[in-house]
């Protein structure tokens, strides 16, 4: 058992208790809850009865071979985000009495999946939903699965004469695309264009703001932001574009002020100077049509709706309200028309409906069982640890004084550090030093087991959580997964998606399959603080063990790589129907080693061919059997067909 874990399980644990510890009623949005059985249940659309156990999906995959690490994406909730998104501001439109309406458009960059996609625009039809590019493969994207003639197709990012050339054409086709200008050259090659294709594109202008930002990417924008044109390039490429006779080609007003946002008087800020913008480019003989306000929608990581870096101070129909009214306001004073509000949230529309499920492989820990020998030790140092060990010992609940455990502490830690000094100089053994560790950790288990909670996390004695903590071994990669964990630091709510009838006893952290210290999640949410530690269950004999990471279906899998060679999970696309059954609509198989190898330009058989010559060689020098040879290529044959993850 854990070292956190006493003999005999809570018998009165509760699924509120759970609920409470993992805050997932706080979190979970109405989509993630706790069931009965004590299981993950998802609710796919919020107005909606239907309702899967999650553990139960699992292990039913899991017998059509289907095995974990896998991501399963609910359609289900990415259509009720997307309903949520347009009614926010068909609310606010009416609300307000706003003079247009409202037509989105998803950043490709945020999950260039096709079956993601394929979806959004399904779901998105009946609005006009379109789609966002920032490359020129994306571009190629969005002009091949964009059907509706109605949607809108923004063209961001660098653009060379290519780029233009194609999202100029694509015109002609019956497409809507519009080509922001971001950078001031991009001018000169988009008049060039023109004089040689004899069409012309619709056009946008992306402003840079001077309005601040908040959360984790606040200085990416202001004056020195990556992107956009300043007042003055503002300026003097309408008149380039007066001169080339294109400023009737200019439709649009661009602006972003960062990704997930966290304030919503940031958003207000920027909403005011960009409007105003608008107005002045309308005055300045542009026929002004649309305006971009960029994405940057936030969504609450942590539940506590605050401006924390994972959380929103604001809902979506505080956003939706305050874009609507803010626009509103400007062209109002202005006898300005109210243009099409264009919105590109990406992180809002597509996080929810993606869980991210992994196996723990077993854990690991410190041991804190000792045996004391009658024996008297040799060392001095050892004799002082063992006084103290007894000290403890003698300590109960009713009798704690903490001031006297944090000096005992400080003794023992001073002891251990004592014993390191003595076994660097030689006067110690190293069954000497390993008694003086074990000691060490002894001393902590008696005293976490001695104290609440809430007087574990005093400054001096908040190391023994760490010290005892286990690891938990993770049947993932990091990098490969959620590289915003370990790239940004994100924070993801993370809960085991069963046993919530048993009270998770055990503190731990999670290190993953690669072969580097970053490949650890250790940082989790806890009522609007960060954690180190999660409470965890101990894994149950030849039973999985199974972990679920939510909110994370945005950027993953394309920021993903294959350090150590980790490749694709298995990603299932799943319809939930109306008596709670499910339909598994796409399946997205893993990579095998073999393909893994071959993104990296090597052959299987070329491999296999080469490691057969090593064993005959073996064979004709008597190292290897011919039965040996054979048992190592079938095996290196079987392996190369099956996944990079581990496996039963």
Known sequence: MNNFEPEKLNKNWTL???????????????????????????TPEKKSAKIIDLFKLVEELKSREINTPLIIRFNDILKDRINELHEAFSKAIKTYEYNNNYQGVFPVKCNQQKNVLEKILEFGEPWNFGLEV???????????????QNSLLICNGYKDTKYIEVATLARKLGKNPIIVIEQKDEVKRIIETVKNLKAKPLLGIRAKLSSKSSGRWSKSV???????????????????????????EVKL???HIGSQISDIAVIKDSLQEASQIYVELCKLGAPMKYIDVGGGLGIDFDGTKTSSNTSTNYSLQNYANDVIATIKDSCQVNNIDHPTVISESGRAIISHCSVLIFNVLGTSHVSSEIKISDEKPKSLIIANLIETFYQLKKLTKKKVNLSEIIELWNDAK?????????????????????QAEELTWACAKEIANNLDSDEIIHPDLFEITETLA??????????????DSWAINQIFPIIPIHRHLEEPLCKGNFADLTCDSDGKLNSFIDN???????????????????????????????LGNFHNLFGNTNVIHIDINQDNSYKVKNIIKENSKSEILELLDYSSKTLVESIRINTESAID??????????KLIDQIETSLRKSSYLSE
Request: aromatic share 10%.
């Open 16 to 42: 509120e208790d759970s609920i409470a510890t993992y805050n997932i009623d706080k979190w979970g949005d109405q989509y993630f809850s706790i069931n009965s059985n004590g299981n993950i249940s998802i």
């Open 134 to 148: 920032g490359s020129k493969s994306e571009l190629l994207i969005g002009l091949s699965l964009l059907e509706n």
């Open 222 to 248: 202001g004056d020195n932001s990556k992107f956009g044109l300043s007042i003055p390039e503002i300026m003097s490429t309408i008149k380039e574009l007066k001169e080339a006779n294109l400023l009737n």
């Open 253 to 255: 007003l661009h602006f």
């Open 414 to 434: 001073k002891f251990k550090e004592d014993c390191l000094v003595a076994f660097r100089l030689g006067f110690l053994n190293l069954k000497e030093r390993a």
């Open 470 to 483: 286990s690891t938990y071994y993770a049947n993932l990669s990091i990098f490969k997964s959620i590289p």
């Open 528 to 558: 609007g603080k960060i954690k180190s530690l999660l409470n965890l269950h101990e894994p149950e004999q030849n039973k999985d063990y199974l972990i679920g990471i939510f909110m994370a279906g945005a950027y993953q899998e394309a």
């Open 621 to 630: 020098q008597r190292h290897l059997t011919i039965k040996e040879a054979r």
